[in-house]
């Protein structure tokens, strides 16, 4: 009798969500893996969106409104900043209402100072006088206030930092390599500063966090992370923090692919070198392009192509089986994989297509992600959860 019930109990049940429409979504496939999170805009928490697919995360990052010209409001005039948190904090108590973790991006970054029309950010300038770079120290300083006012702002609201994004140089021709002349990017900050700022930035982080209290993990995040050659310079990067004690958690893979650029081979042996550093490895950027940039199909305007077209059948087809390789290899290494992330939710809306505050990139829209224009399910969704 009792086994009767229980199993007239589990056919109402599996009636029910058939009914409700309940299927799995992104964060319950992986559950047993690691979390799965997106970029969110503030537009896009304001307008809610995605509101059709933001249940399929539990991990979020702010696409830009954490950064360092979101957080400072600074004066051209008066010379003095302040620091302005309202959108970043309004997307962060969406995060939570969502339950979704938070990763923090990016304290410090060559980009994204507030100074996209080129043009040198106060931050290394001479308060007095600028034309010229202010002094290391100086510009040590203000990096330090900025890192101890950021962090101390979202406490333990996120569990994550990435500390410095991208300082990596990204040509990775072999004979600059061998001479070790371009291990780390020729940013204003390493201009001003050497490699010095990067571990500074990790040692007052750290210390920071041990002043506060705080539980928050410490990242390393950069493109292209899977080039061997990125691979040997960030290692080498890794290692002088670790040989100095300075604390560093965990290496973000950007991972901006494209369906012409994926090598699996490189992904996989980046996820292991990394972790045999003894650290974490997060995928924290995850897309694919619809085009092979560089290739012919950029070229020209007659190769771009539309929503539902062939073409567009044919390569997001190509992009699924990517998808499928890297949810396969992500899962292949769980133990060594924290989270994955992808720089978007959904094709309405993405970087690649409105590159660089509105202006298209290339003149075409592409179609990067796992949800299509109108937030339903891609083959690449079917591809990357088919386990
Ligand atoms: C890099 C940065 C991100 C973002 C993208 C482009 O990957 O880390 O914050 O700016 O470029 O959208």
Redesign the pocket.
Known sequence: MKKLLVSVGLLTCCLLSACSGAKDTLKDKYKDYFPIGATLSYTGVKNDTFKNVIGEFNSMTC??EM?WGSVHSYDTVTKKHTYAYQQADEMVEYAQDHDMRIRG??LV?H??LGNEDGTTSWVFLDENDETQYATKEVILQRMRDHIYEVMKHFGDDVYCW?VC??VIDDNNAIEMYEDKSNVYRASDWYVTCGDEYIMEAFRYAGQVRDELGLNVKLFY?D?EMDNPIKVAKTVEMIKKLQENNIPIDGIGM?S?YDIGNFNMDNFENAIITYSNLGIEVQIT?LDVSVYANGSAIDSSPSSWFDYGSDEYYYYTNIQAAIYGRIGEIARKHKDKITGVTF?GLGDEES?LSKYSAGDYRYGRTDFPYLFDIFQERKTSYERFTDF
């Open positions: 696409e830009n950064k991006h990016a970054w980009q994204g990435d994004n991208e995040n493109y950007q901006h950027e720089w970087w």
